[in-house]
């Protein structure tokens, strides 16, 4: 094939590979913006925080349903994983919910008499979210990969792909999986202070340094 005719983007994994780095990269950006301004919480804040973390949370658990559907290949014939793509379809239909509740909060468009949708309850409900499915999702991939090794023998037949596919990529996985959890957990419990204030210093300095850190796993998870 000529040169001009190959694919600018190779697979649609790199594709979704791309677009993590790039929001992970611009809600560093917008945090640093904002967070270092004087009146940091206002609502272009309030909506692009939530906004960018709730389309990388999106995009991240595809990309697990996706190499999960890999192993389980040898049950279905084809890459294929029924229970993630439904995890996945509730999940961001509710994620996306939590976001645009939050918008007609923030904007007094409906007016919530008992509940208060605002910043921080819509964070804790989004990482709520994110880790339920998340942890089912990838408890899908690693028994697959468990069968994959163990019970069919497919990792001695393959040879060395198969070692690869078999022990490496999970090994590298989990890894990548213990990192996001402690993003996710930080992110959790730590963005208010001591006194119930908005923990500036955390949003501003630990979080560009946490973004980075999941950065650093996912490269080394997908190299």
């Known amino acids: 094939r000529k040169s001009w005719q190959e ?48 389309i990388l949370l999106i995009t991240e658990l595809i990309c697990t349903i996706s190499i999960g559907a890999r192993f389980l290949m040898l049950k279905y014939g084809q890459q294929r994983n029924p229970i993630g793509y439904t995890l996945f379809f509730i999940s961001a239909s509710l994620l996306i919910t939590n976001v645009l509740l939050l918008m007609l909060h923030s904007l007094d468009i409906v007016s919530f008499a008992q509940l208060q949708w605002n910043y921080d309850f819509c964070v804790q409900i989004m990482f709520a979210i994110y880790l339920t499915c998340s942890i089912l999702v990838e408890a ?45 957990v930080a992110m959790v419990i730590c963005t208010r202070d001591r006194y119930e204030n908005i923990n500036v210093h955390f949003y501003m300095f630990a979080v560009p340094f946490l973004m980075q850190l999941w950065l650093f796993a996912l490269f080394c998870k997908r190299e």
């Not at 596919?165 to 890894?175: D, K, M, T, Y």
């Open 140 to 184: 899908i991939y690693f028994q697959a990969g468990y069968r994959f090794v163990f019970e069919n023998n497919s990792m001695i037949i393959s040879g060395i792909y198969g070692f690869k596919s078999g022990f490496v990529r999970p090994f590298f996985h989990a890894i990548y999986v213990a990192v996001k959890y402690t993003v996710v």
């Open 7 to 54: 694919a600018f983007i190779p697979s649609w994994s790199h594709a979704r590979f791309c677009m993590i780095c790039s929001l992970a990269n611009i809600l560093i950006w917008s945090i640093l913006f904002f967070y270092s301004t004087e009146r940091f919480h206002t609502n272009a804040s309030i909506f692009t925080i939530p906004t960018v973390f709730t």
